[in-house]
T-cell receptor, first 108, second 116 residues
Framework: GIQVEQSPPDLILQEGANSTLRCNFS?????LQWFHQNPWGQLINLFY???GTKQNGRLSATTVATERYSLLYISSSQTTDSGVYFC??????????FGTGTSLTVIP | NAGVTQTPKFRVLKTGQSMTLLCAQD?????MYWYRQDPGMGLRLIHY???????AKGEVPDGYNVSRLKKQNFLLGLESAAPSQTSVYFC???????????????FGAGSRLTVL
């Protein structure tokens, strides 16, 4: 399967700070998604981004498929951004491989 | 529109007991998946289905069986539960490549299973 590495594993931010989360993957992919798992365990899709750049409010993501990495940017962080962020990839369309996540804590 | 619904949300089993987790989706998605989430290990795929009547093994299929008799339902069974199957189980669904829209995963709320 595809190896997915996320960094950093843990991140603590002061409210209002910016952060960059990274996802490296070991093989070419045709689908990459970012998810946020909130403190209650619910997984929410943030971005479908197999290549290029997308923005959604304070969040944006960039995937450089040729170099096998993706970045998730969080600007002006809020306490509600706390949780775990996962990257998931596939090159078959049916088996998605997840990284171990970045645990983000935003302190007021 | 309920999305993806998992039942039950919590369950405690004794070693050797059997149980079934039910996943239901109302989005007419083709693909359905069962994942388990363990601390520090992310989500790992147990089994998946690319359409009604089909199933396939994922990364960690041992000890589990699945069925997709109806398009909207995907069942995960444990025939003889073991403590190593203590985990949080997530069901997900997507349009897949045969459906319309991007192949984006939608997750259920999770089912926490404890095997004593």
């Amino acid at each position: 399967g595809i190896q997915v590495e996320q960094s950093p594993p843990d991140l603590i931010l002061q409210e209002g700070a910016n952060s960059t989360l990274r996802c490296n993957f070991s093989d070419s992919v045709n689908n990459l998604q970012w998810f946020h798992q909130n403190p209650w365990g619910q997984l929410i899709n943030l971005f479908y981004i197999p290549s290029g750049t997308k923005q959604n409010g304070r969040l944006s993501a960039t995937t450089v498929a040729t170099e096998r990495y993706s970045l998730l940017y969080i600007s002006s962080s809020q306490t509600t951004d706390s949780g775990v962020y996962f990257c998931a990839v596939t090159n078959t369309g049916n088996q998605f491989y997840f990284g171990t996540g970045t645990s983000l804590t935003v302190i007021p | 529109n309920a999305g993806v619904t998992q039942t039950p949300k919590f369950r405690v089993l004794k070693t050797g007991q059997s149980m079934t987790l039910l996943c239901a989706q109302d989005m007419n998605h083709e693909y359905m998946y069962w994942y388990r989430q363990d601390p520090g290990m992310g989500l790992r795929l147990i089994h998946y289905s690319v359409g009604e009547g089909t199933t396939a093994k994922g990364e960690v299929p041992d000890g589990y069986n699945v069925s997709r008799l109806k398009k909207q339902n995907f069942l995960l069974g444990l025939e003889s539960a073991a403590p190593s199957q203590t985990s949080v189980y997530f069901c997900a669904s997507s349009y897949g490549f045969r459906g319309s829209g991007a192949n984006v995963l939608t997750f259920g709320a999770g089912s926490r299973l404890t095997v004593l």
